[in-house]
């Protein structure tokens, strides 16, 4: 609760300062690395008849589960990668470059869902293992806007923006994803590596670069 709350005085102060200032600021929220199980992936990993817990919200109807798998590769092994819901068409294994390291595969960038001739990995859940030939990516850097935001900035679903970090470590992101939803509440998602390359946290704000 107390996270939609904080989520919520986010999107308030974000309308005034972008009013004040006609700066878009859009929060920063941190993708640490994930499993999206399709309806028969979770089945098989956690029983018949399963259904996720949900602990957190992340986007309203999307949230962190307090599921859990083992993610094994050629190399190694990553233990804990936290289940996020609901469950989707497709298994997908979001990590980044590090941990690709350690799994010891060659994931591409790639959208949430744009999955084919991806490399695959082993999950190990508590009930059985299960062979995901494909489906393990590094995601593509992207923006949840909501509607009534991307039509007031001139933005539209799918476009490619740069988004500026400042702070010590200050950096530009370029050609990252704008994904357009009235469902959606602000905010950037990046995984740990981009993180901490530019010395952010989860709240801090960025500011997207608009070319005219």
């Not at 996270?3 to 999107?11: D, I």
């Not at 497709?90 to 470059?97: D, F, G």
């Not at 082993?122 to 039509?151: F, T």
């Amino acid at each position: 609760m107390r996270a939609v709350v904080r989520a919520v005085v986010a999107q308030v102060q974000w309308r005034q300062q972008a009013a004040e200032h006609e700066i878009l600021r859009v929060p920063v929220g941190i993708s640490a690395r994930h499993v999206h199980l399709s309806p028969e992936h979770v089945e098989a990993v956690f029983g018949p008849g399963y259904s996720l817990t949900p602990i957190r919200e992340l986007q309203p109807g999307q949230y962190a589960a307090r599921e859990c798998v083992t993610v094994v590769g050629p190399r190694g092994v990553l233990q804990n990668m936290r289940v996020l819901g609901p469950p989707r068409g497709q298994t997908q294994v979001e990590i980044s470059r590090t941990d690709s390291y350690v799994l010891g595969i060659d994931p591409p960038v790639r959208d949430s869902g744009d999955l084919a001739g991806t490399p695959g990995a082993v999950l190990v859940g508590p009930r059985q293992a299960i062979n995901l030939e494909e489906g393990v990516i590094l995601a593509w850097r992207h923006i949840h806007m909501p509607a009534d935001v991307a039509e007031r900035w001139g933005l539209k679903d799918r476009d490619l923006v740069r988004v500026r970090a400042e702070g010590l470590r200050r950096v530009i992101f370029d050609r990252v994803l704008i994904r357009v939803s009235p469902a959606y509440r602000l905010e950037i998602h990046i995984d740990t590596d981009e993180a901490n390359a530019a010395g952010l946290n989860n709240g801090d704000y960025v500011q997207v670069i608009i070319d005219v």
